[in-house]
């Protein structure tokens, strides 16, 4: 008679929280919180006529053919070489006469092959904008005396108008 | 007075933990985005230096070309295949849906097999071109420093 009077014994809860643990666990490393990253780019507006010619020492022409080779200027280069051939274009140290007077005037202009592949092209691009972002940043220690990241609205806005970046590119080759 | 020293301590509940631990469960099943949309054509990104993080990921749009099972190169934009010459009408579509002062945030992510030929990436710049459909990320990988 005893026996039966007695409530039956509780479920054990403790162990609960381990599971919901382990569960969560589990979400916390299967579920990846990754972070696309890339070039970004802003294409030029549509434009449907004749194409404005600008002066030719304002212009690094980079042509890449179907076999991901590299040509600056008319002379056969590498994509390594790029991030060098840059910057000695647009801020022309040496003040030559066939190189833009200023850096804001400078025009990097890509065309490529239908046959080049992307992954050639994407690096090529990556490379323009990093050495610009490293243009800029040196710029900007020198002219403010911050790091690019730690500059104001306005002091961005200085730094973007003396070297802004002017890809310009033109219709893919066929050969 | 001795007897209440002798008594065992009260030991703490442990009931209210697991709901605890499910509560950050859900938070993060639901915080969590497990996939977007089922990509159905295969690729490899590219490799690139000095990348930029693509910032507003709910206002992404994916533009995915790769390949299939098969090999046939495919063009597919967030959840449908399309042609290249679809590319356009759907761009202004998307973009008509943005509110008004979100139409400048508007990007769109290109995610490109790394070995397809740029001449087919070229027809779609021009398609997004003619869309003003203008921001765009060329989505890869940080290249390997030596």
Known sequence: ???KRKSPPEISAGSMADIAFL????FLVATQISQDKGVRVILPEYYDGPAGAAADNNVLNIKINKSDELMVEGEASKLEDLGELIPAFVLNPKGR??????????IISIQNDVNTSYD????MYSVIQSSYTNMR????????GKDLSELDMKEAEEIKRMLPMKVS??????S | MLKRKKKDMPAVSTASLPDIIFMLLFFFMVVTVLKSHTVKVNFDLPEGVDLQKVVNKSQENHLYIGSLEDGTITIQLNDAFINIDQIRGAMIKIKNSYELGEKGQANLSLKVDKNIKMGIVSKVKLELRKADFRKITYVSVRAEEE
Do not use: G, N, T
């Open chain 1, 1 to 3: 008679m005893k026996r």
């Open chain 1, 97 to 106: 006469s066939d190189y833009p007077s200023s850096p804001h005037k400078a």
């Open chain 1, 120 to 123: 050639a092209y994407v690096y």
């Open chain 1, 169 to 174: 590119e033109a219709e893919p080759f066929e």
């Open chain 1, 23 to 26: 569960l969560l666990i589990f």
């Open chain 1, 137 to 144: 940043r040196d710029l900007s220690k020198s002219k403010f």
